[in-house]
């Protein structure tokens, strides 16, 4: 809502206050933290015996939205006709001992499987229903997958995934197992078991 020059008189006189000033919602806003967006992974063809799985010791993800736009010189100036916009999704993570989930992506590229990507905030609860979280709904194919083994560090796998569409809105469930990978959960000194 705008308020008016004399909204702003009438708020100034009833508050006793010198000027009554408006302050954008950017000056209360949190910055959320890049480990508090996760990203799960399925081949779609899974999707009747398997959940959606996070990558182990994932270090860095992005979502790229791009559009090409065709321009017509006209006697006015040009005019732009934006095209089909077209998104990308990458992941880096190191390669952890035992990791079946690249094994299986690896080879659901190599057969050309269509999988399944979500993108869920956890600083953004859903409003309704346990361990939910607002995000995104993605398909699409992995396009390219690198495994980089320097002599000095540890192995790092890079994927990139060429997405269907531009995604679907929605709220994404994410296990507390899976919710601890993006931050601690304090534990006791007393043990837990029998």
């Given amino acids: 809502m705008i308020l008016t020059r004399e909204m702003k008189e009438k708020l100034a006189r009833h508050y006793d206050a010198p000027e009554f000033k408006e302050y954008p919602l950017q000056v209360f806003a949190e910055a959320v933290q890049g480990k508090k967006i996760v990203y799960l992974y399925r081949v779609a063809s899974k ?49 952890a001992k035992g990791d079946t989930l690249l094994d299986e992506l690896e080879k659901a590229m190599d057969k050309d499987e269509l999988m399944e990507v979500w993108e869920a905030n956890l600083d953004e609860p859903a409003e309704e229903g346990e361990n939910k979280f607002k995000g995104k709904y993605f398909q699409g194919y992995l ?42 959960v304090f534990k006791d000194t007393q043990k837990t078991g029998a």
């Fill in 47 to 95: 999707e009747a015996t398997a959940n959606g799985t996070t990558l182990a010791f994932t270090t860095e993800n992005s979502r790229t939205m791009s559009k090409d736009a065709d321009s017509t010189a006209t006697k006015d100036g040009s005019i732009r006709t934006p095209g089909t916009a077209e998104v990308e999704i990458t992941a880096t993570s190191i390669l």
């Fill in 143 to 184: 396009t390219e997958f690198e495994k980089t083994s320097s002599a000095e560090d540890f192995v790092e796998c890079n994927l990139t995934f060429g997405i269907n569409g531009s995604g679907a809105d929605g709220d994404v469930t994410v296990s507390v197992e899976q919710q601890e990978v993006a931050a601690y």
